[in-house]
Structure formats: structure tokens, C-alpha cells
């Protein structure tokens, strides 16, 4: 995923809800639960990398006060 395609906190967050749908539905195949689960991953990293960089900020500037 380059950087152009990278979703944003609230996408990524949104995508993530939906596949934790999908793969909560039983008639899913285990292909496709692979792909969601991965997909979810990737998800999941963009989510944490977004939260973690905000706190760093927010860190950075608790301590300019």
C-alpha cells in the first residue's frame, strides 16, 4: 500500500469494522478469510502507526508548555 493509497484513521478504522463483520458471517470460505484477515492486518498497523504518531505529537507538545 504506497502512501497515496494509505486511508486515513477513520477509513482504515471503517474497513476494519467491516471485515470483522465479514469474517463474524459463517458461509465465509476459508480464501476469503485469509484475504480479509490479512487485509485486516495491514488495516490494523495503519490504525496503530496513526495513534502512535498522534500521541508522539501530542507528547511533543505537552512538553513546549
Request: glycine share 2%.
Given at each position: 500500500?504506497?502512501?497515496?493509497?494509505r486511508p486515513s484513521?477513520?477509513?482504515?478504522?471503517?474497513?476494519?469494522?467491516?471485515?470483522?463483520?465479514?469474517?463474524?458471517?459463517?458461509?465465509?470460505?476459508?480464501?476469503?478469510?485469509?484475504?480479509?484477515?490479512?487485509?485486516?492486518?495491514?488495516?490494523?498497523?495503519?490504525?496503530?502507526?496513526?495513534?502512535?504518531?498522534?500521541?508522539?505529537?501530542?507528547?511533543?507538545?505537552?512538553?513546549?508548555?
Amino acid at each position: 500500500m504506497t502512501k497515496e493509497e494509505r486511508p486515513s484513521f477513520e477509513e482504515a478504522l471503517t474497513k476494519l469494522e467491516a471485515i470483522v463483520e465479514k469474517l463474524d458471517d459463517e458461509d465465509i470460505t476459508l480464501e476469503e478469510s485469509v484475504q480479509l484477515y490479512e487485509e485486516g492486518l495491514k488495516l490494523s498497523k495503519i490504525c496503530s502507526k496513526t495513534l502512535e504518531n498522534a500521541e508522539l505529537k501530542i507528547e511533543e507538545i505537552e512538553k513546549k508548555k
